[in-house]
């Protein structure tokens, strides 16, 4: 399987410190995507990232990527508490005629006011 | 803003009934998706449709079948609705494109659950 694996599976901060996700996966992909999901919502895109980028920032995100690692990370920086939700990484996989995804279960971030 | 705009966001259905799941797209996406999410197992790909009247399988279609007949629409229906279907049901859109690097858009989801 070329799914996600994010970790850890729960994370809890006070607000203003940073927090960091791990995502590994399992073969070589096309990019790399990072999604929030509040509670009892859908799934938002993040970022996105491409096999043949190493770093990217958006605001306050920095997402990394090693592919000789098959790992990612996603840091949020100076943490909010309207931050608190799920995270998951998705890897991109090309199947019949879509650019399908493969999803992590997830890891989730509790930021403490 | 893209918008996919999920029927209902809570709905009970007892065993053995027909349901339907209606998701609509407002971007002209190629690509629609249904997804279900279950604690500790993440999302998992049931369907999806890369062109109006074409679907495909995905990872557990066991139970399901869809339909599209506009572009815009996609449909997720349960044959004959079983206690194991209870979950979120997510639909999920995006651009296509060979090797395109395109971001699904997500739906609220509907809270299924079938007694």
């Known amino acids: 399987s070329q799914q996600g694996e994010e970790d850890p599976q729960a994370l809890s901060i006070q607000e203003g410190e940073n927090a960091t996700m791990n995502c590994s996966y399992k073969?070589?992909?096309?990019?790399l995507q990072w999604y929030r999901q509040n509670s009892g919502r859908g799934l938002v895109h993040l970022i996105l990232i491409r096999s043949n980028e190493r770093e990217k920032h958006s605001g306050r995100l920095r997402v990394t990527l090693d592919t000789s690692k098959k790992s990612s990370s996603l840091l949020i920086t100076a943490s909010r508490a309207a931050d608190t939700a799920s995270y998951f990484c998705a890897t991109a996989r090309y199947q019949t005629g879509a650019n399908n995804l493969f999803f992590g279960t997830g890891t989730r971030l509790t930021v403490i006011p | 803003d893209v918008k996919v705009t999920q029927s209902s966001r809570y709905l009970v259905k007892r065993t053995g009934e027909k349901v339907f799941l209606e998701c609509v797209q407002d971007?002209?996406?190629?690509?629609m998706f249904w997804y279900r999410q279950d604690p500790g197992l993440g999302l998992r790909l049931i369907y999806f449709?890369?062109?109006?009247?074409?679907?495909e399988k995905g990872d557990i279609p066991e139970g399901y079948s869809v339909s599209r007949e506009k572009k815009e629409r996609f449909s997720l229906i349960l044959e004959s609705a079983s206690t194991n279907q209870t979950s979120m049901y997510l639909c999920a859109s995006s651009f296509s494109g060979l090797g395109s690097n395109q971001p699904q858009h997500f739906g609220d989801g509907t809270r299924l659950s079938i007694l």
């Open positions: 449709s890369y062109d109006v009247k074409m679907k």
């Open positions: 971007m002209d996406h190629e690509n």
């Open positions: 073969t070589s992909i096309n990019n």
